[in-house]
């Protein structure tokens, strides 16, 4: 299988604890994006990559989030101190730098409850 | 601000007739439209999408229409299937990210 993968895909956590989530995008693409959906919403932009260097952060993400992609390939999201409104799923996506149709392929997601 | 909205949360339609879902924006520096389904428990899977040059796109069943005066876009389905029953999100891609609108969840009905 040659998409998108995310691990784990599902997070159950205790409020206050931290969390990492895992994403390995196609292998030739140079963009990786994370989003976060809620219930009844659509995916909200928390950040994207080109290679290793982060783009754009969203507003969304607080200084309790971070994400990292250390050598271009695989990324990691972390939430610091999680409470009950990081309860979403996180979704991972990727592109190549240039397409002709925009396209950005998603992986399944991480759906992280937080009691 | 919603830049991107989809003012129909549901919508029902029987099988074999057309699914029309809406969507606007308020931004008109967008590069590109895309339209995505998505299938609870999975990340949502492309569809179709539209360079903001052009009015219209197909494929197979699947058109879009872009009205960059109105600053509307629709996804036509014809003929629906059963199996078109998803959730469907308009996106608009500028400055090399997606920005969705809230989905519209469509039922097509034997």
């Known amino acids: 299988d040659t998409g998108v993968s995310q691990d784990p895909r599902h997070k159950i956590t205790k409020r206050g604890q931290n969390v990492t989530f895992r994403c390995d995008p196609i292998s030739e693409h140079n963009r990786l994006y994370w989003y976060r959906q809620t219930l009844g919403q659509g995916p909200e932009f928390l950040t994207y990559?080109?290679?290793?260097?982060?783009?754009?952060k969203s507003r969304l993400l607080s200084d309790r989030f971070s994400a990292e992609r250390p050598k271009g390939s695989f990324s990691t999201l972390e939430i610091q101190r999680t409470e009950q409104g990081d309860s979403a799923m996180y979704l991972c996506?990727?592109?190549?730098?240039?397409?002709?149709?925009?396209?950005?392929?998603f992986g399944e997601g991480s759906r992280l409850t937080v009691l | 601000d919603q830049q991107v909205k989809q003012n129909s949360p549901s919508l029902s339609v029987q099988e074999g007739r057309i699914s029309i879902l809406n969507c606007d924006y308020t931004n008109s520096m967008f590069d590109y439209f895309l339209w995505y389904k998505k299938y609870p428990a999975e990340g949502p899977t492309f569809l179709i999408s539209?360079?903001?040059?052009?009015d219209k796109n197909e494929d197979g069943r699947f058109t879009v229409f872009l009205n960059k005066s109105a600053k509307h876009l629709s996804l036509h389905i014809v003929p629906s299937q059963p199996g078109d029953s998803a959730v469907y999100f308009c996106?608009?891609?500028?400055?090399?990210?997606?920005?969705f609108g809230q989905g519209t969840e469509l039922s097509v009905k034997p």
């Open positions: 990559f080109q290679n290793e260097a982060q783009l754009e």
């Open positions: 996106a608009a891609l500028k400055s090399g990210k997606l920005i």
């Open positions: 996506a990727s592109s190549l730098l240039v397409t002709n149709t925009g396209e950005l392929f």
């Open positions: 539209i360079s903001s040059i052009k």
